[in-house]
């Protein structure tokens, strides 16, 4: 199982990742799939220190993640890739390289423009329109904080 969580999450590398999901799924590489940060060194190392200090940290843009994807999901290295918002995902997903795996949808938080889904899941009209293309693109979409919580489908959150 090479991906063991898809997971989109403003904060990116943190606790509810490293330590909730984490514990469950022991993974040894984190995937942070994000344009900009990929090209700032200074970010990348401070948001390296999020992660164990066992864990591979690697950062890519959204052009590179996606060739690497197929080799990801068949390695035996498992991993948890990130992305801070909904676009990124959905740019990896296109053409239906995230066909069958689900997105997690674990943290974006209040904002101008976002309305509560849940305490954790705050979303603009385009988001809930990345959800539909997620799901276009055969991603099954659902919210989860921890693994702990209650799934939720992505019918649960447009409404």
């Known amino acids: 199982m090479g991906i063991a969580l898809l997971r989109v999450d403003e904060r990116l590398i943190h606790g509810q990742v490293t330590v909730g999901w984490g514990a469950r799924l022991q993974p040894t590489r984190y995937l942070v799939v994000d344009d900009e940060l990929a090209q700032s060194d200074w970010e990348r190392e401070l948001m390296s220190l999020g992660a164990p200090s066992d864990a591979l940290v690697e950062f890519l843009t959204v052009q590179t993640a996606r060739g690497l994807l197929e080799e990801w999901i068949s390695s035996t290295t498992r991993s948890v890739l990130l992305t801070r918002d909904l676009d990124h995902m959905v740019r990896l ?56 919580s209650p799934r939720r489908n992505a019918s649960d959150l447009l409404g």
Not at 96 to 112: F, Q, R, S
């Open 93 to 148: 997903a296109r053409g239906g390289l995230l066909e069958g795996m689900e997105v997690n949808l674990g943290g974006l938080h209040h904002a101008a423009g976002r309305e509560e889904v849940l305490p954790y899941l705050f979303l603009t009209s385009q988001d809930r329109e990345r959800i539909v293309e997620l799901e276009e693109e055969g991603a099954i979409v659902s919210a989860r904080d921890l693994p702990s």
